[in-house]
């Protein structure tokens, strides 16, 4: 590890999200400190060019050690639990995850070499909206997932202030799809992503497919969100860090395309590229929204960032793709 004060810490790297970060960051040639503790973490998606810390958000002294041994300039903040309906039943492990380790990680930052985070927020902040979705709209989570992203939200802020550090403040839509490398992808199954069970039950001869409520207000009744693809989720960390470093200005944005597809209209595509598929519509999901979808403006004009992966197709097939590579 360089003693170069460019270190990026990043917690969650050995995610779904975070390795492909890594992977990027990686190719740009930065010095990276991936910090998980493996809890849906992978050891394959651990990048082998960057240092791997096996450890919790939750313990704090240590945190501050990493922080100052490594002399840490940056962090990208991924590590959460994010399984909406295990949230509602299981409140207090997602307090202390998500919103405590959030805090702890801040408090870190303390009389630290750290300059700039970025947070992985999301769009469950917004609660039940109707359509596009702008930045200025007043938070109003429904679920307790939601609820927990909100409030790291609100401690980014405000401790930011008080520590002196820039933010970035990203709030994802539904991620889905898998890194052109081949090399990473989705692995954990439990965090109910629509795209990622569709690629698990890809493999299947007679695969059955669950959608969750078909009663919602929508076009076909079922649940609307906008899916970007993991690459294009990625790339905007690093035009975001590099926003931080040039612009010394902090900012929250939406991540997604800007358009909303129902998980009807998803699955009919599935069916197009898997043959035999059989619906089984289920009861709504607890903390589900009807749906939701980004509004980019803000997020152009300040990143000036063009998608180069925003084809639906495209993203249930690299999803697909992924799947066929895993051997659980
Ligand atoms: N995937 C999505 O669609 C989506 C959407 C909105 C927001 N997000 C946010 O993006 C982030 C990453 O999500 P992901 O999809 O990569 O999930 P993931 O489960 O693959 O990644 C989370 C990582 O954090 C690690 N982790 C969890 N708690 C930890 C702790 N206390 N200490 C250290 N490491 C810990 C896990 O081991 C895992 O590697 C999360 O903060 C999530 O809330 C994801």
Same mark, same amino acid.
């Given at each position: 590890?360089?003693?170069? +004060? ?24 930065? +010095? ?41 300039? +940056? ?254």
């Amino acid at each position: 590890m360089s003693k170069s +004060s460019k270190n990026i810490l990043v917690t969650g790297g050995a995610g779904y999200v975070g390795s492909h970060i890594v992977e990027q960051l990686i190719k740009n040639k930065e +010095s990276v400190i991936i910090l998980d503790n493996l809890v849906t973490g992978y050891e394959r998606l651990i990048n082998k060019k960057a240092k791997f810390i096996k450890a919790d958000i939750k313990n704090k002294s240590n945190m501050t050690k990493i922080i100052k041994d490594y002399n840490i300039n +940056s962090i990208i903040h991924l590590a959460a639990y994010l399984n909406i309906s295990e949230a509602e039943k299981n409140k207090r492990k997602y307090y202390t995850n998500n919103i405590t380790g959030t805090m702890n990680l801040l408090e870190a930052c303390k009389n630290s070499n750290v300059k700039n985070i970025i947070f992985s927020s999301s769009c469950s902040v917004y609660g039940n909206v109707k359509g596009s979705v702008s930045e200025n709209r007043k938070p109003n989570p429904q679920g307790y997932y939601g609820y927990t992203k909100f409030k790291g939200e609100e401690l980014i802020k405000k401790l930011s202030l008080k520590y002196n550090l820039k933010y970035g403040i990203l709030r994802y839509f539904n991620v889905a799809g898998a890194s052109n490398s081949g090399k990473i992808g989705e692995i954990e199954t439990s965090h109910g992503h629509l795209i990622k069970n569709l690629a698990i039950r890809s493999l299947e001869k007679k695969p059955k497919v669950k959608i969750f409520g078909n009663n919602y207000k929508t076009k076909d009744g079922t649940c609307i969100r906008d899916y970007i693809h993991i690459s294009d989720l990625a790339d905007i960390h690093i035009k975001g860090l590099k926003y931080l470093n040039n612009n010394k200005k902090s900012f929250v944005l939406n991540c997604g395309y800007g358009k909303g597809y129902s998980v009807q209209q998803i699955v009919n595509i599935f069916k197009k590229i898997k043959k035999g598929v059989e619906i089984q519509y289920q009861k709504r999901r607890p903390g589900d929204i009807a749906q939701v979808y980004a509004n980019t403006k803000k997020f152009k004009k300040i990143l000036r960032w063009k998608p180069k992966y925003n084809d639906i197709k495209l993203i249930i097939k690299s999803a697909i793709s992924w799947e066929k590579k895993l051997d659980y």
